[in-house]
């Protein structure tokens, strides 16, 4: 646009040189249309040309941006499935494990103390409590909730044991819990051989990437013992599924009604 100005101010101030040599005063209509004609052609073309190059930049600023734009890629259904698939594995993996685990004996505990004069159990060892939750945290299979929760249980029991708010006599059954294994909420297995807790099989309610829920029950079995379903929980702690919660283990399992 600079360029057409200059060039246009040189010619008018040619034609005022030579109008001024020549002892005219005043322009003639003609050489007024001719330089308002002129002068409005310069502008358009100059606009023209400012324009295509504007446009120009601008559409290469927007490809760049276009290509610096770094897009996610889309997780397909087939990728999802997988990762599911991976972690029901995982979680009945799990499960079956910690029930292999307590059947071989563990926890050891909780060790209740016995007043042999009145034939009642009078509270829990407290050390052997201590214990078993060290157990329960070398597995690596629980959370730290858990072993909280679990140890909190025996404390109460403790305390309403000691309070004489429970009593429990000796070769009576325990005085809170249900009477069943709370490690599974059962009196007995289907079946000896094969290893019914290598055969468990889980029920899915809900997964997310961190926390789930589920059911296990016992694998190839009659309509009786398939009725039985166990609740519980996982949650995942530095990319590993761990148990943060078992049904068996809570207050209200305990101590409900008692």
Not at 2 to 8: I, Q
Not at 19 to 38: C, D, G, P, R, V
Request: hydrophobic share 35%; proline share 4%; net charge negative.
């Amino acid at each position: 646009m600079s360029m057409g100005v200059t060039l246009l101010f040189h010619v008018a101030r040619g034609k005022w040189k030579k109008l001024s040599k020549t002892k005219l005063h005043f322009l003639t209509m003609k050489n007024a249309y001719f330089l308002l004609i002129t002068l409005g052609f310069s502008l358009h073309a100059c606009t023209s040309v400012d324009e295509s190059q504007n446009k120009g930049i601008d559409n290469s600023t927007s490809k760049i941006d276009s290509l610096n734009q770094e897009e996610e890629p889309a997780v397909t259904e087939e990728t999802r499935t997988r990762f599911v698939e991976t972690d029901l594995r995982e979680v009945e993996s799990l499960i079956r494990k910690v029930n292999i685990w307590h059947d071989l004996g563990n926890p050891y505990g909780p060790e209740l103390i016995l007043d042999s004069s009145k034939n009642i159990y009078t509270g829990i060892n407290l050390s052997v409590l201590d214990i078993a939750a060290e157990d329960i945290s070398s597995t690596g299979y629980f959370t730290q909730n858990f072993i909280k929760d679990y140890s909190d249980i025996y404390l109460t029991i403790d305390e309403k044991v000691r309070s004489g708010e429970l009593i429990y006599e000796e070769g009576t059954y325990p005085p809170y819990g249900s009477g069943a294994n709370p490690w599974c909420n059962c009196q007995d297995v289907p079946y000896d051989d094969p290893n019914p807790w290598e055969e468990i099989e889980i029920e899915p309610i809900a997964l997310t990437q961190k926390t789930g829920q589920f059911y296990w029950k016992w694998a190839n079995v009659d309509s009786d013992w398939g009725q039985h379903r166990y609740y519980f929980e996982v949650e995942k702690v530095d990319g590993k599924w761990n148990i943060s919660h078992l049904e068996g283990f809570t207050h209200s399992a305990f101590f409900a009604n008692k």
